[in-house]
């Protein structure tokens, strides 16, 4: 599977949208697009791995499929969850109803339920509460790869492929509508995987067009590949301004908000990869981004209960929440970066070396 840096620059800006979206700066009321912007990247990603695996192997791996996944995500979950527990129980950093449900908080983020918990209203956690995203990502994984692996041997195309992801994207955003028409809270809407999935379907969608394109397309005109470029820029300047002022409870959001998110995260990414690299892509492929975006799931991971804490003891102390979050962001990146070097890289070799 190639590599694209400039996606990793994507997931820079994603990530930090979000830090600032829960670091409440006025500037980034919309941040939580972010996560929207992961769901398409991460459908898409998942997808035209699978779906090379396909066309090279005739069949996906599920063991290796599901093997990758775990050394992938859950070492640095766990992590966190230690990390967590430790808090929870071997100090008074936490306030006393939140420490006390330390055991069944952690329970329900190991067993990748956060999302339920949170549509339902049952039990939902707080500290811990962004794992949310985390939940929908590991049980669409498990669904669309056990799926895929189905439907292998009926040498399904990828076109009709993207035509039943397109199909079902939509179908997630009419079922996201019509409970928002009967009256849903939002809690339900934003967290269920049943109405979030329409971002992932969209990036398998694109997946499966430009794996179908790899094979039947020839490469864009000299023509058109400027039109690419500005057409990035225009789709990157509409995510950003969104990630300024959109809200997330807002009804609009759910009529149609994040539906346009998902395409124009999925229109971002299709005009990035159009060869050769354009303005856009070159600066999304910048090391210091591209770092950032290695380091991304490790600032997702820490940056949410780092700030809650932070706010928690600033108030404590009566200090000004900026102060608050400019050093909770600080301990982040470091956490973050200790995680990826010290623990996710490693793990990642050890098991390609296992493999050869």
Same mark, same amino acid.
């Given at each position: 599977?190639?590599? $694209? ?9 994603? #990530?930090?949208? #979000? ?5 409440? $700066? ?6 939580f697009?972010? &996560?929207?912007v ?6 898409f ?22 093997? /990758? ?11 966190? !969850?230690l990390?967590?527990i ?11 109803? &939140?420490?006390?449900?330390w ?8 067993? +990748?339920?956060a ?9 939902? &956690? ?10 929908i990502?590991e ?11 189905? #439907? ?18 939509l ?11 009967? %009256?849903?809270?939002?809690s ?9 999935a329409?971002? !992932?379907?969209? %990036?398998?969608t694109?997946?499966?067009t430009?794996?179908q ?9 000299? /023509? ?21 002022g959109?809200?997330?409870q ?8 994040y ?28 090391? $210091?981004? #591209? ?16 700030f /809650?804490?932070?706010?928690?003891? %600033? ?11 400019? +050093? ?5 990146f ?22 050869t």
């Amino acid at each position: 599977m190639p590599y $694209w840096g400039a996606l990793d620059g994507l997931r820079a800006v994603a #990530v930090l949208a #979000v830090m600032l979206f829960h670091a409440q $700066w006025p500037g980034a009321r919309g941040g939580f697009l972010g &996560v929207d912007v992961f769901f398409v990247l991460s459908g898409f990603l998942i997808t035209t791995q699978l779906g090379l695996e396909l066309r090279t192997r005739g069949h996906i791996a599920l063991g290796a499929f599901f093997m /990758r996944r775990l050394v992938r995500l859950q070492p640095a979950l766990w992590l966190l !969850l230690l990390a967590y527990i430790a808090c929870a129980t071997l100090t008074d950093w936490l306030p006393p109803t &939140v420490a006390q449900r330390w055991g069944q908080d952690s329970a329900i983020v190991a067993l +990748a339920w956060a999302h339920w918990a949170r549509a339902w209203h049952w039990n939902a &956690v707080d500290y811990l509460g962004h794992s949310w995203s985390l939940g929908i990502e590991e049980q669409f994984y498990l669904l669309w790869a056990l799926l895929l692996a189905l #439907v292998a041997g009926r040498h399904t195309s990828a076109r009709r492929m993207a035509l039943g992801c397109a199909t079902a994207a939509l179908a997630s955003a009419g079922w996201m509508l019509w409970l928002h028409h009967e %009256g849903a809270s939002p809690s339900r809407l934003y967290n269920g995987l049943d109405t979030r999935a329409m971002a !992932l379907l969209t %990036g398998c969608t694109l997946a499966w067009t430009l794996l179908q394109r790899s094979t039947t397309a020839p490469p864009p005109t000299t /023509r058109a590949r400027p039109l690419y470029g500005a057409l990035a820029w225009i789709l990157l300047a509409l995510l950003l301004a969104a990630m300024h002022g959109a809200q997330w409870q807002q009804p609009a959001m759910f009529r149609y908000g994040y539906l346009l998110a998902a395409l124009g995260s999925a229109g971002l990414v299709f005009c990035l990869l159009q060869p050769p690299g354009q303005g856009l892509t070159r600066w999304l492929a910048q090391p $210091w981004l #591209v770092r950032i975006g290695h380091w991304s799931y490790g600032l997702y991971l820490w940056h949410y209960p780092l700030f /809650r804490l932070a706010q928690y003891h %600033g108030e404590r102390h009566q200090l000004p929440l900026a102060y608050s979050m400019a +050093a909770a962001t600080l301990l982040t990146f470091a956490c973050a970066a200790a995680s990826y070097h010290g623990l996710e890289m490693p793990l990642r070799r050890w098991y390609r070396r296992a493999q050869t």
